[in-house]
Nanobody, 121 residues
Framework: QVQLVESGGGLVQAGGSLRLSCVVSGSIFRIIAMRWYRQAPGQQRELVAGITRGGSTNYADAVKGRFTVSRDGAKNTVLLQMNSLKPEETAVYYC???????????????WGPGTQVTVST
């Protein structure tokens, strides 16, 4: 069983920084990509940033230049460094892993429970 656990959320003032961490555990054959999503109250979940097994990254336009996603493959950990945070980025941040649990099986998406990020004015 694959489990994801996020940490690092909290309350920060506008302009401040937070670093989110997500650890993937369980029986995994290969992680294809890991991504961060966020969902604000009353809004749809949106992609924030992602990183592939090979290290390629992608970002939502709204966070480019301020957020950095990185991965420690040996530890199955993905980090999201968030700088210059804005109040409108208050949301629950979710970690996602697209992974294969057994050779020959298709990749599936796995999700963490989320961590709250609140940016005050």
């Amino acid at each position: 069983q694959v489990q994801l656990v996020e940490s690092g959320g909290g309350l920060v003032q506008a302009g401040g920084s937070l670093r989110l961490s997500c650890v993937v555990s369980g029986s995994i054959f290969r992680i294809i990509a890991m991504r961060w999503y966020r969902q604000a109250p009353g809004q749809q979940r949106e992609l924030v940033a992602g990183i592939t097994r090979g290290g390629s990254t992608n970002y939502a336009d709204a966070v480019k230049g301020r957020f950095t996603v990185s991965r420690d493959g040996a530890k199955n950990t993905v980090l999201l460094q968030m700088n210059s945070l804005k109040p409108e980025e208050t949301a629950v941040y979710y970690c996602n892993a697209n992974a294969v649990v057994r050779f020959g099986c298709p990749a599936q998406d796995y999700w963490g429970p989320g961590t709250q990020v609140t940016v005050s004015t």
